[in-house]
């Protein structure tokens, strides 16, 4: 005869047949956790997705609208020699396309507005008669040359001409520099 007895299971009802397990089996063993890793990983894996489609958006915008630069024209008509005083500095053009034009006895010589030293914009000083970078002090008399201040070398001069229209025409694409001995070339200087 055997020790173990067997193990009966309760009934729902007295003297009735045993109760079935209301209770779904728990998740054991290796097919288990198989099951919870793949549900865990789910939104993790839709959210790598979701970033990496993000990322993909930005880098397609960017290479659509890529970083421009505007520059100022290199180009531009100024007027009429007659609208400019003799020893006038004319700052007008300054803002707009980095220039001043400077009106002697002589004619006209237009001046890159670029501090030579570390490319600060200078300003005219009506009252002192010099340009004065407000950077490290450089200084320049009205002709362009450097007197003060760290400055290595004299501003640049750009193309001056007479267009066609009897307009002035400046182009900064075409510079002058007074100590490679340009500032003599007939470009540099319009005379009236
Ligand atoms: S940039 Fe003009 S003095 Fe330095």
Known sequence: MSDVKDAKIPSATPGGPP???????A???ASGLTRRLFMWSLPVGWTAFAAACASSLVA??????????????QAFKAGV?????VGEVDVRWKDAFGVWIVRDADGFYALIATCTHLGC??????????FKCPC?????????VNFEGPAPRPLERARI?????GQILVDKSVKFQQEKGEWGKPESFLKV
């Open 60 to 73: 397609s915008a960017r290479a659509l609208f890529p970083n421009v630069l505007f520059e100022p024209p």
């Open 121 to 130: 914009s200078p300003n005219w000083l009506t009252a002192e008669n010099k």
């Open 136 to 144: 490290h002090g450089s200084g320049f008399y009205r002709s362009g």
């Open 27 to 29: 998740e054991t063993g």
């Open 81 to 85: 020699p007659s609208e400019y005083n």
């Open 161 to 165: 001409v007479l267009a066609d229209d």
């Open 19 to 25: 109760a079935p397990d209301a209770s779904p089996p």
